[in-house]
């Protein structure tokens, strides 16, 4: 019996090494990009892994730990707090997740593309999956008019906007129908700022910007509190920076509900 219980408990660490190491990989895969996201996830899942390792000693820290007063207090609020950071973090996600859904099949009078960062003169593959995404939406709406947003960053040449409507040009996307906004440094100010210049042209509402799917929910957001009616329009994401660009997405949130 005792055998039985020892290699169910065996299986049962195999399961979970197995699955942190899969969700520690999931964060490495984003290498050599490095960014507050897969920081954490690879922070995290390193510590949850050799916490499966060595198991066994894990438990008898614990234990050690709770034998005391102080300890118990301090196990109990590092539960808490744990647990309340898992709730948190599955409800952004299901919020992040819906607002992606929420700008399927809406038509809308004006697309603003959200830059991102560019390869010299152009765009990279993230902000080309952005660009493609409004490409198609021009495509199938003829009479809309399209702003790309995005300033010049400290190491690039050209803005990013300039590098975008060169893009969606080369794509046949008519070149009366885009609008370069390249001030903006930042996701509030590619709202304000492609704002400003779609009321000059008389469109104040029904308007989309295109994001990845992860960002739509704090762009939206943003956009509320600028008073900007706007849905989202969903680009895809490569599959490796997902986890990585997930995480950082929940910690930037994090920092808007704060400063907010």
Same mark, same amino acid.
């Given at each position: 019996?005792e055998?039985?219980?020892?290699?169910?408990?065996?299986?049962?660490r195999?399961?979970?090494?197995v699955?942190?190491? @899969?969700?520690?990989?999931?964060?490495?895969?984003?290498?050599? &990009? %490095?960014? !507050? +996201?897969?920081?954490?996830?690879? #922070?995290? /899942?390193?510590?949850?892994?050799?916490?499966?390792?060595?198991?066994d000693?894990?438990?008898?820290?614990?234990?050690r730990?709770?034998?005391?007063? @102080?300890?118990?207090?301090?196990?109990?609020?590092?539960?808490? &707090? %744990?647990? !309340? +950071?898992?709730?948190?973090?599955? #409800?952004? /996600?299901?919020?992040?997740?819906?607002?992606?859904?929420?700008?399927?099949n809406?038509?809308?009078?004006?697309?603003?593309?959200?830059?991102?960062?560019?390869?010299?003169d152009?765009?990279?593959?993230?902000?080309?999956?952005?660009?493609?995404?409004?490409?198609?939406?021009?495509?199938?709406?003829?009479?809309c008019?399209?702003?790309?947003?995005?300033?010049k960053?400290?190491?690039?040449?050209?803005?990013?906007?300039?590098?975008?409507?060169?893009?969606?040009?080369?794509?046949?996307?008519?070149?009366?129908?885009?609008?370069?906004?390249?001030?903006?440094?930042?996701?509030?100010?590619?709202m304000?700022?492609?704002?400003?210049?779609?009321?000059?042209?008389?469109?104040?509402?029904?308007?989309?910007?295109?994001?990845?799917?992860?960002?739509?929910?704090?762009?939206?957001?943003?956009?509320?509190?600028?008073?900007?009616?706007?849905?989202?329009?969903?680009?895809e994401?490569?599959?490796?920076?997902?986890p990585?660009?997930?995480?950082?997405?929940?910690?930037?949130?994090?920092?808007?509900?704060?400063?907010?």
């Open positions: 019996m055998k039985e219980v020892d290699l169910t408990k065996m299986v049962i195999f399961v979970f090494a699955l942190e190491s @899969v969700l520690l990989w999931s964060f490495l895969r984003a290498l050599p &990009v %490095v960014c !507050a +996201g897969n920081i954490a996830g690879i #922070t995290v /899942s390193s510590l949850l892994l050799v916490v499966t390792l060595l198991f000693k894990f438990k008898a820290l614990v234990s730990i709770w034998g005391t007063g @102080v300890g118990k207090v301090m196990l109990v609020l590092i539960a808490l &707090v %744990v647990a !309340a +950071g898992i709730v948190y973090c599955a #409800t952004l /996600s299901v919020l992040m997740a819906k607002a992606i859904k929420n700008g399927e809406k038509k809308a009078d004006a697309v603003i593309v959200l830059g991102c960062q560019i390869r010299g152009r765009p990279s593959r993230m902000l080309a999956y952005r660009l493609d995404k409004a490409c198609e939406y021009l495509e199938e709406n003829e009479e008019l399209c702003i790309v947003s995005g300033g960053g400290w190491d690039e040449d050209y803005t990013e906007a300039e590098v975008m409507k060169n893009y969606l040009v080369e794509k046949g996307i008519d070149e009366s129908r885009i609008i370069e906004e390249g001030e903006s440094t930042s996701t509030q100010e590619n304000d700022f492609s704002y400003a210049i779609l009321k000059e042209h008389g469109i104040t509402g029904n308007i989309c910007f295109v994001s990845d799917g992860y960002h739509i929910y704090r762009a939206g957001l943003i956009a509320k509190k600028e008073g900007i009616d706007a849905f989202g329009l969903a680009a994401t490569e599959l490796r920076f997902l990585t660009y997930w995480v950082r997405e929940w910690l930037t949130l994090t920092y808007f509900f704060v400063t907010s």
